[in-house]
């Protein structure tokens, strides 16, 4: 693979994985966009919240678009002395248009009521019914709150649609993989063919369609990994998961393939990786039924087989070290140094790899690397420690 491919490609995975480790909460892995906070969140760090619309709105003399406005309160979701028995409020904002609603948030700034931030909602009764439903189940189970989330997920109100997508990106996997074997897939499939629907959303709704979808959504989910316009987004990883779940031979033994298949795009086979990491953590089950630790064996072979893949050899290497793997330690120390393999990421990684390997080969190799390069491995040695343990 071009060096320059491999870079840009490489930078477009760490932004997802930066964007995942610096994320306040256990995020959705199948998740794309960005990562917001929820109305609940919002709600829960203002002062007060208010609902309705403006009203006499007044320039202010000399100015275009400077000036005040009434806000009439029609709904209170957080109330707060300051506004104790008041029906509207004068704010410093130039609001014409007295047919939209606003969702305010407020709070009390050197003695007065600062409106810091106010989403216009085209769909009031939308809006309402969401933002009631979703406070009353505030402590309730994530399942069913996710529950809730999800017959909004396609509002016809953006803010609402929005909103109730950033409620499943900050939950995970295993908060709805059971309650999205009960949802209406043929509903799921007509998101996901809907050119309109969002690429970043496309990764969420392939993985609730894998737990209540069938053959037919397996068939659908194919075409759409094959097809490049449906996989330029971020959900491929998802639509890949979903196939494996619905048909678990087959996608095992195309996941397997792909990965290993130098002809397609890096970021394709990087996706299958995904899925088999996926696969190990959460699913080994789609591999073998019968016994999860064969299934996590099987899965750990097919990741190995990626050594064979220069660009992705590294990857392989670190997922292996990370699970404790020693017994393929011959294998990776004999990458060592080889033609396609010679690059400083792959030996940086069969390094490290051998650092945490407790084999006599691997010892010997770090100590003739060690007399080679003292500050190169002490380096490597360091910045390996820092890491947190991984299961």
């Not at 309650?179 to 897939?185: G, I, N, Q, S, V």
């Not at 194919?222 to 330029?232: A, F, G, H, L, T």
């Amino acid at each position: 693979m071009n060096l320059l491919c491999r870079i840009a490609a490489v930078g477009c995975v760490l932004a997802l994985v930066n964007l995942a480790l610096l994320s306040p909460v256990q995020a959705c892995e199948f998740c794309g966009g960005e990562r917001n906070a929820t109305l609940v969140l919002q709600i829960d760090e203002a002062q007060m919240v208010l609902f309705g619309h403006f009203e006499n709105a007044k320039l202010v003399p000399g100015s275009l678009d400077q000036g005040q406005s009434d806000f009439v309160i029609e709904h209170i979701y957080k109330d707060h002395t300051a506004i104790k028995g008041l029906k509207r409020l004068t704010l410093p904002r130039y609001i014409t248009d007295p047919k939209t609603k606003y969702l305010v948030f407020a709070e009390i700034y050197k003695g007065k009521i600062d409106a810091n931030k106010g989403t216009p909602v085209a769909n009031d009764g939308e809006m309402v019914r969401y933002i009631e439903g979703i406070i009353k189940l505030k402590g309730k189970a994530q399942p069913e709150r996710l529950r809730f989330a999800f017959d909004f997920l396609n509002s016809p109100e953006s803010e609402v649609a929005m909103d109730a997508y950033r409620e499943f990106q900050r939950a995970d996997y295993t908060d709805y993989k059971d309650m999205a074997k009960k949802l209406p897939a043929d509903m799921i499939a007509g998101w996901l063919e809907d050119p309109k629907t969002p690429s970043y959303r496309c990764g969420l709704y392939a993985s609730l369609l894998g737990h209540c979808g069938n053959a037919k959504h397996a068939e659908m989910l194919m075409k759409m990994i094959n097809d490049p316009e449906k996989r330029r987004g971020s959900g491929l990883f998802g639509l890949m998961a979903a196939y494996t779940m619905l048909e678990p031979q087959k996608g095992w033994s195309y996941l397997k393939d792909l990965a290993q298949d130098k002809e397609k795009p890096f970021l394709v086979r990087y996706s299958g990786l995904q899925t088999m990491r996926f696969l190990r953590e959460s699913r080994a089950e789609l591999i073998n039924v019968k016994d999860l630790a064969a299934g996590k064996s099987e899965i750990v072979k097919g990741i190995a087989g990626i050594m064979k893949v220069p660009d992705m050899a590294d990857f392989a290497i670190e997922d292996l070290r990370k699970w404790k793997q020693w017994s393929y330690c011959d294998q990776i120390l004999g990458l060592f140094g080889q033609k396609d393999f010679n690059t400083p990421i792959i030996r940086k990684s069969i390094l490290r790899y051998a650092l945490q390997c407790d084999s006599a080969t691997a010892k010997a190799f770090v100590k003739e690397q060690r007399d080679r390069d003292k500050e190169w491995v002490d380096e490597t040695r360091e910045l390996l420690e820092l890491e947190p343990v991984t299961k």
